[in-house]
């Protein structure tokens, strides 16, 4: 099973306006950690916000919000007052605690801004 | 601060060259990892070091595929011969710590190689 399903290929925002991408992971660890990332047209890999399974209060970075939803194994990525360089390739990550070294990324999300 | 640095930004080779990737790693950061991204395949962990020893090599796809850290700042991935399948961005990352699932687990992305073996 995929530890992590990214679901969106692609989605069209209007400027100023918010967006959620979703992200669902699979893990019978307790302890893990989910991040998003955010890679434009550029290339690099920006980290942008991070959610412990044990944090009470869902996660914000600005105009990022996390929307963790534990019983149902998701982290959404909310992205309010959507800006043009908001547009690129979003990726949902799970590290977790006491399995395996690796750090499970989605396939992402390709986010296009619309003016 | 510095973030993680990679050099070369691009590199266009002809297949059976030598190539080497370089990686200096934010200062403090304890875990190094390299990363292969291309289309079919995504991101894929290819090696990681915990000061400057390799930790978990099993991303590595074969022989021709070897890295390198001989100092805390410092790192190298290197492809001899290179062959067009090859062909991908590569990254560099780091990490304070690796292991806890914690904040502090947030690995750092260099701004990658893309590699072209022609």
């Known amino acids: 099973a995929q530890k992590i399903t990214q679901t969106q290929p692609g989605m069209f925002v209007q400027e100023k306006e918010a967006v959620t991408l979703d992200c669902t992971y699979d893990t019978s660890d307790p302890s893990y950690g989910l991040f998003w990332y955010k890679q434009p047209s550029s290339g690099e890999m920006i980290f942008l916000i991070y959610q412990g399974s044990y944090d009470q209060q869902n996660a914000t970075e600005g105009r990022y919000s996390l929307n963790f939803q534990k019983a149902r194994k998701s982290a959404n990525l909310v992205i309010s007052a959507s800006q043009l360089g908001d547009s690129a390739m979003y990726f949902c990550a799970m590290r977790e605690a006491n399995t395996g070294n690796q750090f499970y990324f989605g396939t992402g999300t390709s986010l296009t801004v619309i003016p | 601060d510095a973030g993680v640095i990679q050099s070369p930004r691009h590199e266009v080779t002809e297949m059976g060259q030598e190539v080497t990737l370089r990686c200096k790693p934010i200062?403090?950061?304890?875990?190094l990892f390299w990363y292969r991204q291309t289309m079919m395949r995504g991101l894929e962990l290819l090696i990681y070091f915990n000061n400057n020893v390799p930790i978990d090599d099993s991303g590595m796809p074969e022989d021709r595929f070897s890295a390198k850290m001989p100092n805390a700042s410092f790192s190298t991935l290197k492809i001899q011969p290179s062959e067009p399948r090859d062909s991908a961005v590569y990254f560099c990352?780091?990490?304070?710590?690796?292991?806890?699932?914690?904040?502090?687990?947030?690995?750092?992305f260099g701004p990658g190689t893309r590699l072209t073996v022609l």
């Open positions: 990352a780091s990490s304070l710590i690796w292991g806890t699932s914690g904040r502090s687990d947030t690995q750092y």
């Open positions: 200062s403090g950061h304890d875990y």
